[in-house]
């Protein structure tokens, strides 16, 4: 369901694509690569969360051929427990494939990657000079890694200081050392991001270059436009959906510039932010939202709602749900909700219009503010790589 709205979008042009997975299969042409068949046979074959994970399960199905009919959950098979295993032989499975490369970009099936963008930025940076580029999370022992949502982007000489033990002198190929040596840091940790990072830290002697917002948390659906998101070049978008993916990316083929990367400010027209005011059963206020003052008439009703929030100064959106006011600080898209009652408010009565989530735009006040003082991003910000700027 991923790959193949990927391989018609994002993907598409890539001649140098590696699909990593758990297990080898073909689709459309492309070969899944089961990269945790490249861990050290100890390991893999002795490793019980490994096997809780339902991946042996998996492969026997896959090995008699009778893994497209079977349901995986109802076998046991958890992907996410698999993940995790992926990240570090995955990174020596690219430089056995593409040892010429000069920079590695790792990302996932539901990552949006803005392609022209990401060669913009590399194309300031060098190569042979250890990099690791990505949005900014807390690592091991007060490191930092990039979160693997949004993606990652590794240097050819940070590639070559996790792998330089993997070949022998004569160049053979030896094993994935790199997976060997953290073998147990991927047993601890929850995360093969987090154990990539701080073996970038330690094997690479690398630390993270952190390019938030350019690398960004929040789906297509899901960003909170104002100023962090403005006039910064979008690099990724994560969990971005199937549906979005090619309507996003056919879009953006249609608009490009050779001369103007594309910038956060170009996404609202894209989303119809400017004209949209009024969606039933959705909810705009789970990201950024705030209750409206408990004393104010804003939660009398919908409309009370949306008066009240075009008389703030710090409200762009609003949502109304089970007689209480939400306002939004910034403005985004926000997604369907169908209706609810928590369950610490099951006593209380309610109709079935209490509980519809009901969600509004200002879109004069959005408009003002898209009119503002710098907002017509004539000087792109390509900001800097840190790590106290973060999301």
């Not at 492309?30 to 068949?37: F, G, N, S």
């Not at 154990?195 to 350019?214: F, R």
């Not at 929030?309 to 910034?330: E, G, I, M, P």
Request: charge should be negative.
């Amino acid at each position: 369901a991923r790959v193949r709205p990927q391989l018609e979008s994002v993907s598409a042009c890539l001649d140098t694509l590696i699909i990593v997975s758990d297990v080898d299969e073909e689709y459309q042409g492309q070969q899944l690569l089961d990269v945790i068949a490249d861990l050290p046979a100890p390991f893999r074959d002795n490793n019980k969360q490994l096997r809780r994970s339902g991946y042996y399960v998996q492969k026997a199905f896959a090995d008699n051929g009778t893994l497209a009919g079977v349901n995986l959950t109802e076998i046991g098979v958890h992907g996410w427990k698999m993940d995790k295993f992926k990240f570090l032989p995955q990174v020596s499975r690219a430089w056995r494939m593409r040892p010429e490369k000069r920079w590695y970009v790792f990302y996932e099936g539901d990552t949006y990657v803005v392609w022209d963008n990401v060669f913009r930025l590399l194309s300031n940076f060098n190569p042979d000079v250890p990099l690791y580029f990505g949005s900014p999370s807390p690592g091991r022992d007060g490191s930092w890694m990039a979160n693997g949502g949004e993606g990652y982007v590794l240097s050819r000489e940070a590639v070559r200081r996790l792998v330089k033990h993997e070949f022998g002198e004569d160049g053979a190929f030896l094993g994935s050392k790199l997976s060997e040596r953290w073998r147990h840091g991927m047993m601890r940790d929850c995360c093969g991001d987090s154990v990539l990072g701080w073996a970038v830290h330690e094997d690479a002697k690398t630390d993270l270059s952190g390019l938030w917002p350019m690398f960004n948390p929040h789906p297509l659906h899901g960003v909170p436009f104002s100023d962090r998101y403005w006039c910064q070049p979008v690099i990724s978008m994560h969990k971005t959906t199937t549906e979005s993916m090619v309507d996003l990316w056919r879009w953006e083929e249609s608009r490009r510039e050779l001369q103007r990367p594309l910038i956060y400010a170009d996404l609202p027209h894209y989303l119809n932010l400017t004209k949209i005011t009024i969606r039933e059963d959705w909810d705009n206020a789970d990201w950024d939202g705030y209750p409206a003052p408990q004393d104010s008439n804003a939660h009398n009703s919908f409309k009370a709602c949306g008066d009240a929030c075009k008389a703030n100064d710090d409200c762009f959106q609003w949502t109304y749900h089970l007689r209480s006011c939400y306002f939004v600080r910034s403005f985004r898209l926000g997604a369907p909700k169908a209706a609810e009652v928590e369950e610490s408010r099951t006593e209380d009565e309610w109709s079935h219009n209490d509980t519809r989530f009901m969600a509004g735009w200002d879109v004069e006040g959005i408009r003002r503010w898209m009119d503002g003082k710098g907002r017509d991003c004539k000087a792109v910000q390509w900001v800097k790589p840190s790590v106290e700027r973060i999301y």
